[in-house]
């Protein structure tokens, strides 16, 4: 069992920058693929980024060349560093693991623990 805690949201002016991490307790950290999602009020939850075990990542279109996801297997924890946001970006977000490999990284059904979110609103 694998426990997340998400930190480092809050609020910022379009423009801005945000890094959300995301702490693991657990064995077997390495061997695990990561993803960040998020859910605005009102829409269902979306995928943003992926990482694999093997440092592999996947974006969702909307945030390519604006966010980057990355892993640190020495310190468990999970990073989602965010530029140049908007206020499209303004949701709950939340950090999710899975064992192994997912076949759709950006899907999160394809994910079994989860965090509790972190909320990142955007002004304009």
């Known amino acids: 069992l694998i426990k997340l805690v998400e930190s480092g949201g809050g609020s910022v002016k379009a423009g801005g920058s945000l890094r959300l991490s995301c702490a693991a307790s657990?064995?077997?950290?390495?061997?695990?693929?990561m993803g960040w999602f998020r859910q605005a009020p009102g829409k269902e939850r979306e995928g943003v980024a992926a990482?694999?075990?093997?440092?592999?990542?996947t974006y969702a279109d909307s945030v390519k060349g604006r966010f980057t996801i990355s892993k640190d297997n020495a310190q468990n924890t999970e990073y989602l560093q965010m530029n140049s946001l908007k206020p499209e970006d303004t949701a709950m977000y939340y950090c999710?693991?899975?064992?192994?490999?997912?076949?759709?990284?950006?899907?999160?059904?394809?994910?079994?623990?989860w965090g509790q979110g972190t909320q990142v609103t955007v002004s304009s």
């Open positions: 999710a693991a899975r064992f192994g490999y997912s076949i759709s990284p950006l899907d999160s059904d394809d994910y079994n623990y």
């Open positions: 657990g064995d077997f950290y390495s061997k695990y693929s």
């Open positions: 990482i694999d075990a093997d440092g592999d990542t």
